[in-house]
Nanobody
Framework: QVQLVESGGGSVQAGGSLTLSCDAS????????MGWFRQAPGKERERVAS???????NYSNSVKGRFTISRDNAKNTLYLQMNSLKPEDTAMYYC?????????????WGQGTQVTVSS
């Protein structure tokens, strides 16, 4: 099964910025809703942001105002612009897709991309 492919992670200092990308060009399942998730060691996976094919975004309270999710449907690519990064944003970030943003089951999990924010 083809997975989504995340990239763009790295190490930055607090206050810095990163942009993550998710390549869905080889993913054949429904991508009406795409989302970014993160998981820090010892913590549960958290949905950070999601966006419909029409561009309607939704954010968790922890990132609202700092992160921006977007997608380029022609390029089958999902993005996450992360500004004002905090040490608590440190986690492995994953993208996934679902037929509805209200769905409890997202699919297409890739290997993830690590984001590390130092204070």
């Amino acid at each position: 099964q083809v997975q989504l492919v995340e990239s763009g992670g790295g190490s930055v200092q607090a206050g810095g910025s990163l942009t993550l990308s998710c390549d869905a060009s080889r993913y054949t399942a429904n991508t009406y809703c795409m989302g970014w998730f993160r998981q820090a060691p010892g913590k549960e996976r958290e949905r950070v942001a999601s966006i419909t094919r029409g561009g309607n975004p939704n954010y968790s309270n922890s990132v609202k105002g700092r992160f921006t999710i977007s997608r380029d449907n022609a390029k089958n690519t999902l993005y996450l612009q992360m500004n004002s990064l905090k040490p608590e944003d440190t986690a492995m970030y994953y993208c996934a897709a679902a037929s509805l943003c209200s769905a409890s089951t997202f699919r297409g999990w890739g290997q993830g991309t690590q984001v590390t924010v130092s204070s």
